[in-house]
């Protein structure tokens, strides 16, 4: 934790997000709140949950794909040319892999060039310096190479060439042929993963995923109450949110509504904060 506590902040939160057709803009509404009172440092840190975006900008400038830009990430379709031409401001990891892609050297041959820079963020954000990030992205990495691993195993594709990371669990479950990787002590979340995967209905599943990254989230901030991992967790679920809506307005109503309940009742603050 940084040591530097949001009142203000934290308890303005509900009122971000209380109609939910307008989703969408309070997010910007949001972000533009978090630049004028967080600490730069820690405003940084919500800025890297938002690198994704400009990944997949990479990605389509750096194929040719002619998808349109999409906006939200930390630089603009001008900036992101510019930069693949000559990068400068973009992260390390990020110029690591367009000098991969322009000399056609694959830093891992079995992956796909957007899975690639997916394990290239991934491993970055695990060692970042802030241990909420750390665990979250960890917790993420793992719960995407259980379910990528599991999908392999439906049909039949080598899972090796689906796990990212180089670190002790994701070898396991490349290599493991239990049922549950042999990963149960280091990933207590694998008998909870495994049932999910047996819900034959696609929405609900994804559903049921990501209620375990929202209650997941709820328990790395058990004792945490203005601190900017509360804000933290607050963006990655809206930006669950936005996805529901986006993929299914219903679904993404009823997590929504979750949210703001979540943001209501949860905050039982201790009696020192209590006048």
Partial sequence: MSGRNYYYVVAGLPDLALDQAKVKRTMQELLEELAQYLHPADYFLVEKLFWPIDHG?????LLKTGEPF???GRFTADELEEEIKNPVRLPHYVATFIQAYKNNE???PHLSWGDQLTALYLSEMCISPNL??????TFEKNLRNVLAALTARKFKIE???V??????ISKAIARSPSRNFGIAE???FIEKVLQIFEIPQLAEREKSIDLLRWNYLDELNTFNYFSIEVILAFVIKLQIVQRWMNLDPKAGAEIFRKLLKDLENSYEFPKEFKK
Avoid: A, C, Q, Y
């Fill in 57 to 61: 900008n990479v990605l389509h400038l």
């Fill in 70 to 72: 999409r906006t939200g």
């Fill in 106 to 108: 694959p830093l891992w």
């Fill in 132 to 137: 909420f990030m750390r665990e979250w992205f």
């Fill in 159 to 161: 899972i090796s060439k």
């Fill in 163 to 168: 796990v990212v990371g180089e670190d002790e």
């Fill in 186 to 188: 280091e990933f207590p």
